[in-house]
């Protein structure tokens, strides 16, 4: 006999599917629209009938759904393990071009075509017409730039560099954030390798290594934002 999945269950189930079904519309205004109906169908529960026990109205469901996919985005705890075991195989002591080379490239890799972004997306679209979404998406972005903030300040003086005034920890990671979501917005088009991709020779005795534009962007925003603490180490 058929095991009765709890309404917590149901739920979960319902809005899985609908994120999936934001992350499949991506860029169309549409995303914004998803109905009850739809997510229940994509669920495999043939009817919205388990859905009214759970939400009285469709826009009840809406809203549970897009903070249900803006907490999917809030973390990405594999997509941030797999760069630091690519960040692992440079050695044991790499340098920050290195760094920030590789880390671009899986940055890149992480978001072009990816759910996460073109779910992302689908939030932006949102919180264009939804004064709450657009509280939450700023909230959520501050605490996404605080993080970062602190990670580059770290790197930042592991590294002998420090501040380079008048630019702020805050500007900078700013400034990369913009950058890594512009350039995304870019390839999730067109990912043209005669503009997105170069070779530098940046590797052992001048070796040539394959540079993604967003590494070319983030390097040259550190070099510009940052400056050698006098007398550090590196």
């Not at 009214?52 to 803006?70: C, G, N, P, V």
Request: proline share 3%; charged share 30%; net charge negative.
């Amino acid at each position: 006999m058929p095991t009765r999945r709890s309404l917590d269950e149901t739920r979960q189930r319902i809005l899985d599917a609908g994120a999936a079904m934001m992350s499949e519309a991506g860029y169309s205004l549409k995303s914004a629209n998803i109905t009850l109906i739809d997510a229940c169908r994509r669920a495999g529960l043939g009817t919205a009938g388990s859905g009214y026990k759970i939400w009285s109205t469709q826009d009840e469901f809406r809203d549970d759904l897009m903070r249900h996919a803006l907490a999917m985005d809030r973390t990405r705890e594999e997509a941030a393990e797999r760069l630091l075991e690519a960040i692992a195989e440079l050695g044991d002591d790499p340098d920050l071009t290195s760094i920030i080379r590789v880390a671009a490239t899986e940055n890149v890799r992480e978001v072009i075509g990816s759910e996460w972004f073109t779910r992302l997306v689908a939030l932006w679209l949102a919180a264009a017409t939804d004064e709450q979404m657009r509280a939450e998406q700023i909230e959520s972005q501050r605490k996404l730039l605080a993080s970062l903030q602190e990670t580059f300040v770290d790197l930042m003086v592991a590294y002998g560099r420090e501040m380079r005034p008048p630019f702020t920890a805050e500007m900078l990671t700013l400034a990369i954030a913009a950058e890594m979501n512009g350039i995304g917005h870019y390839c999730a088009y067109v990912d043209d390798e005669r503009v997105t991709q170069v070779d530098r020779p940046t590797g052992p005795d001048g070796a040539l290594e394959r540079w993604h534009l967003m590494g070319c962007v983030v390097e040259a925003l550190v070099e510009s934002f940052t400056r050698p603490i006098e007398g550090a180490g590196r």
